[in-house]
Nanobody, 122 residues
């Protein structure tokens, strides 16, 4: 599976961005999908995940109520709608695919995208 993110950019605090991740291959539906982020000097951290059929989602406490993850299995895409953005959301955001893994650790990721930069100014 190849993953390509898009939609990052510069936004003011309180603004919104929508990240997209396009996946190649016919087996997209077999993967649960996640978004992680990594700020300079920090470890990569879990942001959100969605189950294979899109029926179940989970979020990091820091983004709960502000971010929404979704997927479209007909288009092999996953999205992250980010609202009420804060300067501390500034990071490189990575799309990730996992197979037979239900946790939130980066160790459970099988495939990574290249990342897209999100910068939130105060």
């Amino acid at each position: 599976v190849q993953l390509v993110e898009s939609g990052g950019g510069l936004v003011q605090a309180g603004g919104s961005l929508r990240l997209s991740c396009a996946a190649s291959g016919r087996t997209f539906i077999t993967y649960s999908m996640r978004w992680f982020r990594q700020a300079p000097g920090k470890d990569r951290e879990f942001v959100a995940k969605v189950s294979r059929n899109g029926g179940s989602t989970d979020y990091a406490d820091s983004v709960k109520g502000r971010f929404t993850i979704s997927r479209d299995n007909t288009k092999n895409t996953v999205h992250l709608q980010m609202n009420s953005l804060k300067p501390e959301d500034t990071a490189v955001y990575y799309c990730a695919a996992s197979l037979f893994y239900s946790g939130s650790s980066p160790d459970g990721v099988a495939y990574w995208g290249q990342g897209t930069q999100v910068t939130v100014s105060s």
